[in-house]
T-cell receptor
Framework: ETGVTQTPRHLVMGMTNKKSLKCEQH?????MYWYKQSAKKPLELMFV???????ENNSVPSRFSPECPNSSHLFLHLHTLQPEDSALYLC???????????????FGPGTRLTVT | GESVGLHLPTLSVQEGDNSIINCAYS??????FIWYKQESGKGPQFIID?????DKRQGQRVTVLLNKTVKHLSLQIAATQPGDSAVYFC?????????FGTGTKLQVIP
């Protein structure tokens, strides 16, 4: 266990559905991340929250909408997804990085999303 | 732009032998490097890190070597065990942004 949990672990949804992914960290971190992991591709950073403020949004389509209500919880709201959005969605947390003091990220187990 | 790549997509190693997984990076400004291990059905797990002011760091059965001259990073696993079977990612940090490689799959042959 890494101290980062994600629910659900598996999700199948149609293109017209609305669903949400949840992430919770118990490590006392103040930065949280959403990544997309597709087969044979590097991890793609989607969103970064630091101290509950979104500090990075890597040109992610608006059908993905993140929410960070507090430093322990992170959501990814999904709507009108496309089949190519099928992937493993990973949440991670870390201490907020600062210049000269990078820090490792701790990952959850991921949500395997299939869009039909 | 920055890029992180791995030389071999799959590495097969006999149980008990040492494993070496390589990684190339392109940005000389990268100041921090991390190796992650991802087992099937799990998220990436931190293994070991190294800062750019070091060229070697050792952990339990693992050693990371950093060669800044040729922008090369390697992970050495001593006495490889079946539980080491996984995909290994290197990641580089530059200006507080982390970029991940595609991963190398390590297969341990019993």
């Amino acid at each position: 266990e890494t101290g980062v949990t994600q629910t659900p672990r598996h999700l199948v949804m149609g293109m017209t559905n609305k669903k949400s992914l949840k992430c919770e960290q118990h490590l006392g971190h103040n930065a949280m991340y959403w990544y997309k992991q597709s087969a044979k591709k590097p991890l793609e950073l989607m969103f970064v929250y630091s101290l509950e403020e979104r500090v990075e949004n890597n040109s992610v389509p608006s059908r993905f909408s993140p929410e960070c209500p507090n430093s322990s919880h992170l959501f990814l709201h999904l709507h009108t997804l496309q089949p190519e959005d099928s992937a493993l969605y990973l949440c991670a947390s870390s201490h907020s990085p600062s210049p000269g003091l990078p820090t490792e990220q701790y990952f959850g187990p991921g949500t395997r999303l299939t869009v039909t | 732009g920055e890029s992180v790549g791995l030389h071999l997509p799959t590495l097969s190693v006999q149980e008990g032998d040492n494993s070496i997984i390589n990684c190339a990076y392109s940005n000389s400004a990268s100041d921090y490097f991390i190796w992650y291990k991802q087992e099937s059905g799990k998220g990436p797990q931190f293994i070991i890190d190294i800062r750019s002011n070091m060229d070697k760091r050792q952990g339990q059965r693992v050693t990371v070597l950093l060669n800044k001259t040729v922008k090369h990073l390697s992970l050495q696993i001593a006495a490889t065990q079946p539980g080491d079977s996984a995909v290994y990612f290197c990641a580089e940090n530059i200006y507080q942004k982390v970029t991940f490689g595609t991963g190398t799959k390590l297969q341990v042959i019993p």
